[in-house]
Structure formats: C-alpha cells, structure tokens
C-alpha cells in the first residue's frame, strides 16, 4: 500500500471523510455551570432574583467603584428600574445616540451591554456588535458589566449555533473572562488588550 493509499484508507471509502459524531453537553443547572465556568476564567457573576433587585446590584457596583462615565446599550436597561440614576457624578452616553461615542468609550469607567447568548461549558459571552450595540462599549471602558437574562445561557456553542434560526451576524466575538495574555514566560497580564474586570448581571426572565 502507497502512503497515499494510507491517507485515504484513514479518511474513508473513496477518500471521503467519515460523518463526524455527534457533540452533546447537558447540564442540570446551566446558570450554575456558566457561573463557575466564568469564575474560572477570571470574570466574575451576581444573580440577582428579579430586574429591580438587579438595578440595586448595578447601581451599588457604580457607586462602589466610583464611576463617573458611563457608556451603555440602552435596549439593555430596559425593564431595570431607576437606572440610570440621578447621581448628578454620573454621566451616561448611549450607543447610536452620542455623536462622539467612541471618544466617550475611551474615557469611561465602566461599558454596559448586554450579550447574544452565553455558553455554560466554557463560560463564555457571545457578543455581536450593531449601530446600537456597539463594540467598544465591551471593549475601550476598564470595567465590562454585562446584563444577562438566564434564558440565554445555551449549554455551548454548538447548541447555539443549532438554536439559532437566522444567519451569523456579521461582528460577532466571544469573550471568557477580562482581557489577559501571557508572554513567553507565561507572566499573566490582565487588562491590556480590553476590560481588566467583567461582571455578568444574572437576571430571570
């Protein structure tokens, strides 16, 4: 037998490849299993139990971490109660609605968006980006906080892509955990290429 003949007789009958398998991941608690995955990865998650809990949650992270700017996804907040606030100290800007919103990115304290779909197994956020949705919004501000309600959490990639019945968008980015990268002596750096933190909001639907 040639080594030709050896390839082929690996891939299959008359050079084909063999159907490949079928790839399953279940998990009986899926928000528990992104929440640890995630936590794994560097990131970290509250769960709140309903929407007006969650604006506590997110009004408290701001003022604790003293944010002045905020660059955000309006659609997002929708449903949170008395957020934005009224801190005269804050000052938001919105994606599709702020003339200089990549330069208000740059400057901010903290990005809020939300996200397509997150992935239990590796606790990763499927984000896509859109006149009102825009990238830098997760990607210039220092802190990323992402509103998630539990009923987007999928157990992996494959079984989003399957869910989902319209095409790709044309942006789309998963993120797991805050920005980080390693030189060749495996020094972990956090934050040099985007956020140095992400929080994900859990929020029920």
Same mark, same amino acid.
């Given at each position: 037998?040639?080594?030709? $003949? &050896?390839?082929?007789?690996?891939?299959?009958? $008359?050079?084909?490849?063999?159907?490949?398998?079928?790839?399953?991941?279940?998990?009986?608690?899926?928000? !528990? #299993?992104?929440?640890?995955?995630?936590?794994?990865?560097?990131?970290?998650?509250?769960?709140?139990?309903?929407?007006?809990?969650? !604006?506590?949650?997110?009004?408290?992270?701001?003022?604790?971490?003293?944010?002045?700017?905020?660059?955000?996804?309006?659609?997002?907040?929708?449903?949170?109660?008395?957020?934005?606030?009224? $801190?005269?100290? #804050?000052?938001?800007?919105? !994606?599709?609605? #702020?003339?200089?919103?990549?330069?208000?990115?740059?400057?901010?304290?903290?990005?809020?968006?939300?996200?397509?779909?997150?992935? !239990?197994?590796?606790? /990763?956020? =499927?984000?896509?980006?859109? /006149?009102?949705?825009?990238?830098?919004?997760?990607?210039?501000?220092?802190?990323? =906080?992402?509103?998630?309600?539990?009923?987007?959490?999928?157990?992996?990639?494959?079984?989003?892509?399957?869910?989902?019945?319209?095409?790709?968008?044309?942006?789309?980015?998963?993120? /797991?955990?805050?920005?980080?990268?390693?030189?060749? &002596?495996?020094?972990?750096?956090?934050?040099?290429?985007?956020?140095?933190?992400? =929080?994900?909001?859990?929020?029920?639907?």
């Amino acid at each position: 037998m040639t080594a030709r $003949d &050896e390839i082929l007789s690996r891939l299959g009958r $008359d050079g084909e490849m063999s159907k490949p398998g079928i790839y399953r991941r279940s998990y009986p608690d899926l928000a !528990a #299993q992104f929440s640890a995955a995630l936590t794994a990865a560097g990131g970290e998650v509250l769960r709140a139990a309903g929407r007006a809990e969650a !604006a506590e949650y997110l009004a408290r992270l701001l003022q604790e971490m003293g944010a002045g700017h905020v660059a955000a996804h309006r659609a997002e907040l929708a449903g949170f109660p008395g957020i934005p606030g009224d $801190d005269p100290g #804050q000052v938001w800007a919105f !994606a599709g609605e #702020q003339p200089d919103y990549r330069q208000f990115c740059a400057r901010a304290d903290v990005g809020i968006s939300g996200a397509e779909a997150a992935l !239990a197994e590796t606790g /990763s956020l =499927v984000l896509a980006s859109g /006149s009102e949705t825009a990238r830098m919004t997760s990607l210039l501000p220092p802190v990323h =906080v992402v509103l998630l309600p539990e009923s987007r959490i999928v157990a992996s990639l494959f079984e989003w892509v399957k869910q989902r019945p319209e095409p790709m968008p044309a942006n789309l980015v998963l993120v /797991s955990g805050p920005s980080k990268t390693a030189d060749i &002596e495996q020094t972990l750096i956090v934050g040099v290429h985007g956020p140095k933190r992400l =929080v994900v909001l859990l929020v029920p639907d």
